[in-house]
């Protein structure tokens, strides 16, 4: 059993930057595509960055294309969050799903590709 455990949340001035950390215990990333999703009080969970398992290829929702970069080694997965804005603030979360390599290098924006799931680290955006 893959347990994602998220850090580097906290409270950001609006135009300010955080960074996201997730780690797998007891395993490397190596072989798996993950992904970064939010809930918002009140909202959906959101969608926001996919990686492939070689880290190649990268994906972005509208809403934070051009500010957020994820990106990952063997250890880590990380969301680089530039130009934070009163609207991001939410509870981020990190997922993973195994991706053998005769699957392709793809990677997944939909909730239910995802096997794994951190618990999520709370992002307050003030104004």
């Known amino acids: 059993q893959v347990q994602l455990v998220e850090s580097g949340g906290g409270l950001v001035q609006a135009g300010g930057s955080l960074r996201l950390s997730c780690a797998a215990s007891?395993?490397?990333?190596?072989?798996?595509?993950m992904g970064w999703f939010r809930r918002a009080p009140g909202k959906e969970r959101e969608f926001l960055a996919a990686?492939?398992?070689?880290?190649?290829s990268t994906y972005y929702a509208d809403s934070v294309k051009g500010r957020f970069t994820i990106s990952k080694d063997n250890a880590m997965v990380f969301l680089q969050m530039n130009s934070l804005k009163p609207e991001d603030t939410a509870v981020y979360f990190c997922?993973?799903?195994?991706?053998?390599?005769?699957?392709?290098?793809?990677?997944?924006?939909?909730?239910?590709?995802?096997?794994?799931w951190g618990r999520g680290t709370q992002v307050t955006v003030s104004s």
């Open positions: 997922s993973g799903r195994y991706a053998p390599t005769s699957w392709g290098d793809s990677y997944y924006f939909r909730p239910y590709d995802y096997a794994y």
């Open positions: 007891g395993r490397p990333f190596s072989g798996y595509a």
């Open positions: 990686i492939s398992r070689s880290g190649g």
